[in-house]
């Protein structure tokens, strides 16, 4: 069973417009997550897909396969079907480029899972721990059901904005895992209501009576913001992979 990761990346973010060139410790945010990922041994290839000549330039100065895709995409996973087209692959992870802390060994556990059941998708969430997550626009909430079937996202505080103890209250991580059949099924339809509303990829597949598996892990803080940016460049100070890949001093 071939497994293929493919990271979408474009300038032209709403929130934090050039994020993928955003530097972190002297290197783009996008070289963080590809080096993090290439640790993945279930990986078999490791794709950057791209609109934007400027990302795809400077990705291939650290050795990245980059794919050019179509500036017309308005969601991600779109952006990865067209990249996932004509590549042989039974599985396809996609690996939003704003997820510098990627955890290799998460990846390698959730690709396993859908190695070994009849899943047609799934997607990595994590336990909500602070308010100021909870309320927050940028975070996707997520509420999830029997067997860890995921029911709705929002960016509203579900499942309710009453609770105090942020009891099931989940938010969405920026890795999807598809059959690749599935995964190009997906993109053939058009953007849905909800989807539309909530801007969020996945919903396309609940609103086409589809299921989606969650997978559970750590959080990894994604970037939304640039303030993101800063705790994420504090959080790499100590965090030895990334010591280990880079085996260099901060720039």
């Not at 990705?59 to 050019?68: D, N, P």
Request: glycine fraction near 4%; aromatic fraction near 8%; charge should be negative.
């Amino acid at each position: 069973m071939k497994i293929v990761g493919i990271i979408p990346a474009r300038l032209a973010s709403t929130r934090f417009p050039g994020k993928p060139l955003a530097k972190i410790h002297g290197r783009p945010m996008i070289e963080h997550v590809y080096r993090r990922a290439q640790r993945a041994d279930l990986i078999h290839e490791l794709y950057i897909a791209t609109c934007d000549e400027e990302i795809a330039a400077e990705t291939e100065k650290f050795g990245a396969k980059v794919i050019m895709t179509s500036s017309a995409h308005t969601r991600c996973t779109d952006r990865v079907a067209e990249a996932a087209e004509n590549i042989d692959a039974d599985i396809v992870i996609n690996i939003q480029g704003d997820e510098p802390l990627i955890d290799p060994e998460a990846i390698d556990e959730s690709i396993s899972i859908m190695k070994n059941n009849k899943f047609r998708c799934l997607n990595w969430i994590t336990p909500i721990k602070e308010w100021e997550v909870f309320i927050s626009q940028n975070t996707v909430k997520t509420a999830i059901g029997k067997d860890n079937k995921i029911l709705y996202f929002s960016r509203q505080p579900i499942p309710t904005s009453g609770q105090e103890n942020l009891k099931n209250a989940f938010k969405q991580m920026g890795v999807y895992i598809f059959r690749k059949q599935f995964l190009l099924q997906y993109s053939s339809w058009q953007e849905m209501p909800l989807e539309k509303a909530e801007k969020v990829d996945m919903l396309r597949i609940l609103e086409h009576g589809f299921d989606i598996k969650a997978f559970i892990t750590k959080d990894m803080i994604g970037v939304d913001t640039p303030e993101d940016l800063s705790l994420v460049e504090q959080i790499l100070l100590e965090d030895p992979l990334h010591n280990k890949i880079f085996k260099t001093s901060h720039r």
